[in-house]
């Protein structure tokens, strides 16, 4: 699990965590937050690998 902390111009940190699955699902999960929980939500993104 990877965490990484951002901080916007306003001040407000972010904290978002990636957990990469290294199976047969090529799957990559992100949680993240917010200050202001109505801001926070599911992002997805489908990325290829070198196998499509």
Do not use: K
């Amino acid at each position: 699990m990877f965490e990484a902390h951002y901080i916007n111009l306003a001040g407000c940190d972010s904290v978002v965590f990636t957990t990469i699955s290294y199976s047969a699902s090529d799957s990559t999960f992100i949680n993240g937050s917010h200050c202001d929980p109505g801001q926070t939500g599911v992002t997805i993104q489908h990325l290829l690998n070198r196998f499509g």
